[in-house]
């Protein structure tokens, strides 16, 4: 079946330092691939998405590519901020399918 | 905003109870999920809906019944609350469109004490 891997959390970073959570996946033919973003106390929204190989999503800063030949969704942004606080949840849905979720990354940013 | 609400949004319950979670959607998707998310575990997967009167279980099944009877409404049971059923659900809603995001809901705390 489909899964998706993501870097084990929690994560802290210092106000604009650079950020990466690595995402790989195992999916047959060629799914989407998406981040969502968690704030305390909310419900997941989506953050960026890209729908084909090598397509790049981005969104507030944050920037993550398609690599279909390493089976890799990374995300990264530049200079992180506090208000960068959430979980990032990394995600795959195939065509027209059933959506498969990370366990997730909790980023916490200090001033 | 997609249209997805979660009712109630708190519930406090007691062990034993039956207790009935709704999502209700305006946005005409095809899949409904119920996931339960709890520190550590991240978000695991209870049941899905693939359309009416489809529905197929998740990881987290036990315990856990579900019913979709029209395309907007998706309820999640508890037939017997149990303390280890203490969390937050989240109701999600997604397309069958290529490329199509998730959409969720804003959760339902539900104590079972």
């Known amino acids: 079946g489909n899964s998706v891997t993501q870097m084990e959390g929690p994560v802290t970073l210092s106000e604009e330092a650079f950020l990466t959570i690595n995402c790989t996946y195992t999916?047959?033919?060629?799914?989407?691939l998406f981040w969502y973003v968690q704030y305390p106390g909310e419900g997941l929204q989506l953050l960026l998405k890209?729908?084909?190989?090598?397509d790049k999503g981005s969104n507030k800063g944050f920037e993550a590519t398609y690599r279909k030949e390493t089976t890799s969704f990374h995300l990264e942004k530049g200079s992180v901020q506090v208000s960068d606080s959430a979980v990032y949840f990394c995600?795959?849905?195939?065509?027209?399918?059933?959506?498969?979720f990370g366990d997730g990354t909790t980023l916490t940013v200090k001033p | 905003d997609a249209g997805i609400t979660q009712s109630p949004r708190h519930k406090v319950t007691e062990t034993g109870t039956p207790v009935t979670l709704r999502c209700h959607q305006t946005?005409?998707?095809?899949?409904m999920y119920w996931y339960r998310q709890d520190p550590g575990h991240g978000l695991r997967l209870i049941h899905y809906?693939?359309?009416?009167?489809?529905?197929d279980k998740g990881e987290v099944s036990d315990g856990y019944s579900v019913s979709r009877s029209k395309t907007e409404d998706f309820l999640l049971t508890l037939e017997s609350a149990t303390s280890s059923q203490t969390s937050v659900y989240f109701c999600?809603?997604?397309?069958?469109?290529?490329?199509?995001?998730?959409?969720f809901g804003q959760g339902t705390r539900l104590t079972v004490v």
């Open positions: 999916a047959t033919g060629y799914p989407s």
């Open positions: 809906s693939y359309g009416v009167k489809d529905t």
């Open positions: 999600a809603i997604s397309g069958d469109r290529d490329g199509t995001e998730a959409f």
């Open positions: 995600a795959l849905t195939p065509n027209a399918g059933k959506s498969t």
């Open positions: 890209a729908t084909k190989a090598d």
């Open positions: 946005e005409n998707h095809r899949y």
